[in-house]
């Protein structure tokens, strides 16, 4: 057996060797991942975070005979078949966020430039909502609130909106005013692209700090500019936003595109990733991901519909695969921490800025839910504390893969569904990413051999 990640703190000092017991029957714990490998199989433990390759031998015994592989038993990859895996994660992610270091620093900043937007999006979860630019003023108050906070240490901002380019001056007053104060930051931005021009882009590299930039498109040129919906009808927007993807590409800014996918535009998608290879198969910083847009269009009945969901699920593998193939689909690196929070919700050094200056704790909420205001240091402990509510846990949690790393939030109005299909997915996933691993571990190994 080879170790390719070790167990990771703080597992390795918490549960230390596992003793093998005489006369027990021992299975995989439900957290080990299998991905199978030329001549092995890969075993990725969800909530150890170790990754160990087995041999074919290895691989075979470890179905027929697996006590004989006294290791796994001793790394956790094995258990007895009373033991209860549930228990033990959240034992380990109760002691692990009592070792986190208690600090009052806030270094993650959702910052609103505005909820007004170029495009009208049919399925947009701001529809409805008042479209309020952020002042000059309250983006002085807001550089000045992240300079109190951040406590010298390095700062995370993402760019939010609405179109967050649709009120780019604040942008570059906040990035200013935490330059010349020596604040150590970087950036990102959630935008539909379609502003971006070389002068803007120009600035953002070098004032924004920006470092990641995600770009929706939601179907190939035709659909694309109808869900879009643009208020400007003397340019194909479609276009002008794959031009400015290259743009991006130019000044070294990474670009991340969100395909939206539902029942609707599914077929139309594997369309347009055949187009999107096409358009960026020579070109290095271009990733691709999709995301389903059940869950964000309210009233809809896919999620509920059986025989709808397979196909949503079968759908997204399909092109996911296709992505993978053509190397636009990024794998995630393999989580080596204890998940100790969901997102910026339950996080305590993440916050949303409204345009208003109003402090909230979720994009999905500036208008409700909202925990104070940067002209305060007073914040409502009632309602963060909401946010850290979590939901009822199914009968399905106790042998689900993922467990260690799942935590679902009341107030979330994203995560509010649970199926096979979409388990099924999310390890399909995983695998991809335990993959990624072992062969940057097989490229490492052949670096150094060759060194």
């Known amino acids: 057996m080879q170790t390719i990640y070790q167990t990771a703190q703080p597992f390795d000092q918490l549960l230390k060797k596992q003793k093998k017991r005489p006369g027990q029957t021992y299975r995989p714990m439900y957290y080990v991942v299998e991905q199978p490998v030329e001549k092995g199989l890969l075993l990725y433990h969800t909530m150890t975070k170790a990754l160990v390759l087995l041999t074919s031998e290895e691989a075979e015994t470890y179905k027929t005979n697996p006590t004989a592989l006294p290791q796994l038993i001793e790394q956790w990859f094995l258990v007895p078949l009373s033991h209860d895996d549930r228990l033990l994660s959240r034992q380990i992610r109760d002691v692990a966020r009592m070792l986190e270091k208690e600090t009052d620093a806030i270094t993650h900043y959702t910052i609103f430039t505005t909820t007004d937007c170029n495009a009208r999006c049919f399925y947009c979860f701001e529809m409805g909502r008042s479209k309020t630019p952020m002042s000059e003023e309250t983006a002085q108050h807001t550089a000045d609130y992240i300079i109190h906070h951040c406590q010298g240490q390095k700062v995370s901002l993402k760019w939010f909106g609405g179109e967050p380019l649709y009120n780019m001056p604040v942008i570059t007053l906040i990035c200013r005013q935490l330059k010349e104060a020596g604040v150590d930051f970087s950036s990102k931005i959630t935008t539909n692209g379609y502003l971006f021009d070389d002068d803007n882009i ?250």
Not at 263 to 279: F, R
Not at 395 to 419: G, K, M, Q, S
């Open 202 to 451: 120009n600035e953002a590299k070098d004032l924004w700090q920006l470092k990641l930039v995600q770009i929706t498109i939601d179907g190939t040129e035709k659909i694309y500019n109808r869900i879009k919906a643009y208020i400007h009808k003397d340019v194909n927007a479609y276009r002008r936003v794959i031009g400015n993807i290259h743009r991006l590409q130019d000044a070294d800014i990474p670009v991340s595109i969100r395909l939206n996918i539902d029942l609707h535009n599914a077929e139309n998608l594997s369309e347009l990733v055949d187009e999107l290879h096409k358009e960026f198969m020579e070109t290095k910083g271009i990733s691709v991901y999709l995301h389903a847009l059940y869950e964000e269009v309210k009233g809809s009945k896919a999620l509920h519909d059986k025989q709808k969901r397979e196909f949503l699920f079968n759908k997204m593998s399909e092109i996911e695969a296709r992505l993978y193939e053509y190397g636009l689909y990024k794998p995630r690196q393999l989580n080596r921490v204890v998940k100790t929070n969901h997102c910026m919700a339950d996080n305590d050094h993440s916050i949303v800025i409204a345009p208003d200056g109003h402090i909230g704790k979720c994009e999905h909420f500036t208008e409700d839910h909202l925990v104070g205001h940067i002209g305060s240091e007073e914040l409502d402990v009632e309602m963060l504390e909401a946010f850290r509510s979590v939901r009822e846990e199914s009968d399905a949690c106790a042998t689900c893969f993922d467990y260690p790393n799942c935590i679902w939030l009341r107030l979330c109005e994203v995560h509010t569904y649970c199926y096979q299909e979409k388990c099924e997915h999310e390890r399909l996933k995983l695998r991809r990413s335990v993959m990624q691993a072992y062969l940057n571990y097989k490229n490492h190994q052949q670096d150094e051999t060759q060194d």
